[in-house]
């Protein structure tokens, strides 16, 4: 497992040179003051004296984690929110954790791409382009294969195999963001008015209640 992970880190220092879209640093690093109450467009820098080598480092990616949930999977995110030394470096990565046919909902990242690496398991995965075409590009993924949802459009994976599955990813933000969609749409605070979900799915009001009771 040791040298998966080895493996995939590289892959992501590479694809980092390819995917970035934050902006590029100024300087050899800037680590995230995350006291810091300032407003800015990502994070304010800490005193670079005051910097450890701790402030680049993130442990317990090898630990599996918890898929007992309705979608059955589990996201272990690293961003710059967990590792501060990203701040400005234009990269993440997440584990990816799925307990059989579990899935990760359709879901988008409005600030990043994403390169997906299959370390256990068979995943189906796919994305659907923008309006109007809205078409489904989708494969089935072996363990070692590689794919890429492009920035911003709604993706998914599912688990298609009997047991536990695990993938790793590379974001090209420090910050990608998550919008699940069922979430977002169903589960917004306050609710989206029903009559307007209902006239968008088509569907009866009624049911519009129904699924929100489950958010």
């Not at 709604?154 to 910050?175: D, R």
């Amino acid at each position: 497992m040791t040298s998966h992970f080895l493996l995939f880190g590289l892959l992501l220092a590479t694809c980092s040179l390819a995917f970035a879209s934050d902006p590029s640093p100024l300087q050899d690093f800037c680590v995230a003051d995350l006291n810091n109450k300032v407003l800015v467009n990502g994070v304010v820098c800490k005193d670079p004296d005051q910097v450890k080598a701790e402030d680049f480092l993130f442990r317990g990616l090898n630990r599996m984690g918890n898929t007992s949930n309705a979608v059955g999977s589990n996201v272990t995110a690293v961003t710059v929110t967990q590792l501060s030394g990203l701040n400005t470096l234009g990269i993440s990565m997440a584990r990816i954790d799925f307990a059989p046919w579990g899935i990760n909902p359709p879901h988008t990242h409005p600030r990043a791409t994403e390169i997906l690496t299959v370390i256990e398991g068979s995943l189906q995965v796919g994305f659907v382009t923008s309006n109007p075409e809205n078409r489904l590009i989708t494969t089935v993924l072996q363990k070692g294969d590689v794919f890429v949802f492009p920035e911003g459009l709604i993706h998914f994976q599912k688990n298609v195999g009997n047991g536990y599955a695990l993938a790793i990813a590379g974001l090209s933000s420090q910050n990608p963001g998550v919008i699940t969609i069922a979430n977002a749409l169903f589960g917004s605070n306050p609710d989206i008015s029903a009559d307007i979900l209902a006239k968008a799915f088509q569907v009866d009001v009624n049911t519009v209640y129904q699924i929100q009771s489950k958010f």
